[in-house]
T-cell receptor, first 117, second 111 residues
């Protein structure tokens, strides 16, 4: 139980294009989803917190117009990196807050590696 | 959330117990200790969490000192697949709470 998937697992795009990453909770409903970014040899950094049906809350220094987050249902959240640039290349990881029946914590997706050329 | 301190790296022989320490001297009374691990190029995996009592599940045991200022994660019989970065995180309970990841401990299980 408590499975979170991400799609795609990796993506390569040209500078200036937009990329959408999906995060799904497969066997539970997640009212809260989180998006993290991880650069090589560094720890995870929280980018934003999204609650189903409401606007995401972004961490300081994260541009909300560049990283668009949509959490339209209890099982799906999307992160769109708009006008991507090489410095946006990173490992993007989502997590979903589990509800009753699982440990009261977050469960993480496998991550999406974005490379911007 | 309280800050945690972990050694940057540890080695453990395969089949032996791996004991990973974590200091969290500023933990508050209602904060839990969570442990996650991240195998290379994967998302973090939840291991265990606890408030003040020792906890055990199929993956590991968590020993929290009486003053709650430190804890130890124990992998009873480490395998090569346990090689990962282990993160100790202190947070209020609840799946909607933010988790702040430190630098963790790189555990390398040696054959």
């Amino acid at each position: 139980g408590a499975v979170v998937s991400q799609h795609p697992s990796w993506v390569i795009c040209k500078s200036g294009t937009s990329v959408k990453i999906e995060c799904r909770s497969l066997d539970f409903q997640a009212t809260t989803m989180f998006w993290y970014r991880q650069f090589p040899k560094q720890s995870l950094m929280l980018m934003a917190t999204s609650n189903e049906g409401s606007k995401a809350t972004y961490e300081q220094g994260v541009e909300k117009d560049k990283f668009l987050i949509n959490h339209a249902s209890l099982t799906l959240s999307t992160l769109t990196v708009t006008s991507a640039h090489p410095e946006d290349s990173s490992f993007y990881i989502c997590s979903a807050g589990g509800l009753a029946g699982y440990a009261d914590t977050q469960y993480f997706g496998p991550g999406t590696r974005l490379t911007v050329l | 959330d309280a800050k945690t301190t972990q050694p940057p790296s540890m080695d453990c022989a395969e089949g032996r117990a791996a004991n990973l320490p974590c200091n969290h001297s500023t933990i508050s009374g209602n904060e839990y200790v969570y442990w996650y691990r991240q195998i290379h190029s994967q998302g973090p995996q939840y291991i265990i969490h606890g408030l003040k009592n020792n906890e055990t599940n199929e993956m590991a045991s968590l020993i929290i000192t009486e003053d709650r200022k430190s804890s130890t994660l124990i992998l009873p019989h480490a395998t090569l697949r346990d090689t990962a970065v282990y993160y100790c995180i202190v947070s209020l309970s609840g799946s909607a709470r933010q988790l702040t990841f430190g630098s963790g401990t790189q555990l390398t299980v040696l054959p």
